[in-house]
T-cell receptor, first 111, second 115 residues
């Protein structure tokens, strides 16, 4: 079963624009993580935000977490063609430890 | 620093056969987790090994098994292959048990096609 659900499923923007994708989850979490996957390849860890944090930045990435709404958002600013990929949020159920991934958002950045 | 290495990259097998996939984690990482990725089901957790012990298991039939060696390298085996086993199999390593706390470093995956 999938813990996180990303929204939108697909997003197409122009280079230089910002991209926002959202993730909703169901259970209590210790932290939430975002990963990127280029077509047919392995996933790359982008950022981890702990449950007691509300916002976190890493380069052009900004992640927010609202535990009361059980939701998170990933913002990519000034997007580049190289940002074209699928983006997944991942959470771990308390006690289970293994990460459960959402269905992903496919981002297409047009040059 | 070498990343997570998965072999082979591509594999074609016939229904009913068995297959073994290999994963070498990042040096010093003791946890290896396996995921199956398909277009229909997305990323699904198979199992996690830490210090040669299976610590966690997903909801897959007994045809899916794995093991971890003393050097932390891991193998997963699928017996009696079915067409639905066609997928990208991803290995992920982390320093401690549970990607929840440390995050995962993934390999490039093994693309298995069952015909």
């Amino acid at each position: 079963s999938q813990q996180g659900e990303e929204d939108p499923q697909a997003l197409s923007i122009q280079e230089g624009e910002n991209a926002t994708m959202n993730c909703s989850y169901k259970t209590s979490i210790n932290n939430l993580q975002w990963y990127r996957q280029n077509s047919g390849r392995g996933l790359v860890h982008l950022i981890l935000i702990r449950s007691n944090e509300r916002e976190k930045h890493s380069g052009r990435l900004r992640v927010t977490l609202d535990t009361s709404k059980k939701s998170s958002s990933l913002l990519i600013t000034a997007s580049r063609a190289a940002d074209t990929a699928s983006y997944f949020c991942a959470t771990g159920d308390t006690g289970r430890r293994a990460l459960t991934f959402g269905s992903g958002t496919r981002l297409q950045v047009q040059p | 620093k070498a990343g997570v290495t998965q072999t082979p990259r591509y594999l074609i097998k016939t229904r009913g056969q068995q297959v073994t996939l290999s994963c070498s984690p990042i040096s010093g990482h003791r946890s290896v987790s396996w995921y199956q990725q398909t277009p229909g089901q997305g990323l699904q957790f198979l199992f996690e090994y830490f210090s040669e012990t299976q610590r966690n298991k997903g909801n897959f039939p007994g045809r899916f098994s794995g093991r971890q060696f003393s050097n932390s390298r891991s193998e997963m085996n699928v017996s009696t292959l079915e067409l639905g086993d066609s997928a990208l199999y991803l290995c992920a390593s982390s320093p401690g048990t549970g990607g929840e706390f440390y995050g995962y470093t993934f390999g490039s995956g093994t693309r298995l096609t069952v015909v």
